[in-house]
């Protein structure tokens, strides 16, 4: 089986943030070579209801896993962290996400990759470039091009990631 390189988006606004990233993390190194981890990012929450700042970062590896077999493990790896699954976009302790998977484009129902809306979210796009500075969307346009449009959008960086042996 050949691998993928495949970018995870990471997001928690409920509980103890920071631990719910660093498990999956670690979770994440597990399903593959992790290549990469961005800063850890302080984002206001966009959509939804009134709720909570979110930290946000995002995780590349090099994976064997087919797309809907990494989903289903980051699925799990959401419920070990205790999400619970209420109103769209709302609250969370762990939200995973596969924004990128290569150059491929994948619809499938219950998986989009592209992640549909990746390009519209700063909370997205500003740690993705972080940790995959040359990433592409399928028809080969830059991600890092994509930045300027959602430079509005309030992101902090907020804490360097746990480095990995
Ligand atoms: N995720 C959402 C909806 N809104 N806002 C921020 N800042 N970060 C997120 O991860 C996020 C969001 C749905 O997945
Ligand atoms: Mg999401
Ligand atoms: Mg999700």
Redesign the pocket.
């Known amino acids: 089986v050949a691998s993928h390189r495949a970018a995870v ?1 990471l ?1 928690s ?1 409920l509980g103890d943030r920071r631990s719910h990233i660093d498990a999956a993390l670690s979770a994440i190194a597990r399903l593959g070579r992790l290549v990469a981890v961005s800063s850890i990012y302080e ?6 209801p009134e709720q909570g ?2 930290l ?1 970062a995002v995780a590349v590896i090099d994976t064997d896993l087919a797309p809907i077999a990494l989903l289903t493990c980051l699925r799990h790896v959401e419920q070990q962290q205790g999400r619970e699954r209420r109103e769209r ?1 709302g609250p969370r302790t762990l ?1 995973l ?1 596969v924004l990128l998977y290569g150059h491929e484009t994948v619809a499938m129902q219950g998986l989009t990759v592209p992640h549909p809306r990746m390009g519209e ?1 700063r ?1 997205v796009l500003e740690p993705l470039v972080e940790a995959w500075p040359d990433a592409e969307l399928p028809d080969g346009t830059a991600v890092g091009s994509l930045l300027d449009a959602v430079s509005d959008q309030d992101v902090v960086r907020h804490e360097p990631p746990p480095t990995f042996p």
């Open positions: 988006g997001g606004n984002t206001a929450p966009v959509g939804g700042p979110y946000n976009w939200d996400d979210r909370f």
